[in-house]
């Protein structure tokens, strides 16, 4: 079975600063692992994708992702943030042989200081 | 235009009630699924289908009865709502490869609220 976790449910940033999300996910077998990005009353967009191809995987709006094997994990990292960047943010993984089904880690909210 | 799209956004309703949230994609994917998000924004699947074929069903109650007419269509249809069905749907799309899927695109959700 696949697990997700997601450490820290809100992370607090000042503009211009370092974004990190944490993602440590659990797979039997080789995973596909996303992020995806929920702004309030809207649906969830695909920042980017790990599908075992390169492991550090750029995506969206300056974001990229790097994923590490050895520590299970696939965290999220921005340069620098911007104010348009708070919003909710879900790590999730899939399987190839489960019918593209996503399990989602808890989500974290990200706030962004002027 | 939109890739998945839902109606209504938003849906009160009273418990006891029996409602359908509609959803299409445009994008030719052949499989579709529900998602819940509960007050918690935590987000679990509900149901799969792949070209009209339900091929997950993750314990659903069965007061929920997923309806797929063609591959660019499913409906969700709820009877006899309940409190604890309050929370937003979504609907959602992707592209079944040879070795896996593609990423799921998303609807904009659907806000039921059971009074």
């Known amino acids: 079975a696949q697990s997700v976790t997601q450490l820290g449910s809100h992370v607090s940033v000042s503009e211009g600063a370092l974004v990190l999300l944490r993602c440590n996910y659990s797979?039997?077998?080789?995973?596909?692992l996303f992020w995806y990005v929920q702004y309030p009353n809207q649906g969830l967009q695909l920042l980017l994708k790990?599908?075992?191809?390169?492991?550090l995987v750029k995506g969206i709006n300056g974001f990229e992702a790097e994923f590490k094997k050895s520590e299970t994990s696939f965290h999220l990292t921005k340069p620098s943030a911007h104010m348009s960047d708070a919003a909710e943010y879900f790590c999730?993984?899939?399987?190839?042989?489960?019918?593209?089904?996503?399990?989602f880690g808890q989500g974290t909210e990200l706030s962004v200081k002027p | 235009d939109t890739a998945v799209s839902q109606t209504p956004k938003y849906l009160v309703t009273q418990m006891g009630n029996d409602k359908s949230i509609k959803c299409e994609q445009n994008?030719?994917?052949?499989?579709m699924y529900w998602y819940k998000q509960d007050s918690k924004k935590f987000l679990k699947i509900m149901f799969s289908y792949n070209n009209k074929e339900l091929i997950i069903n993750e314990t659903v109650p069965n007061r929920f009865s997923p309806k797929s007419p063609d591959k660019a269509h499913l409906n969700l249809h709820i009877n006899s709502l309940e409190l604890g069905d309050s929370a937003v749907y979504f609907c959602?799309?992707?592209?079944?490869?040879?070795?896996?899927?593609?990423?799921?695109?998303f609807g904009q959700g659907t806000r039921l609220t059971v009074v």
């Open positions: 999730a993984v899939s399987v190839w042989n489960q019918g593209g089904k996503l399990i």
């Open positions: 790990y599908t075992s191809a390169a492991t």
């Open positions: 994008l030719g994917h052949d499989t």
């Open positions: 959602a799309s992707s592209q079944n490869r040879d070795r896996g899927f593609t990423e799921a695109f």
């Open positions: 797979s039997s077998v080789p995973p596909y």
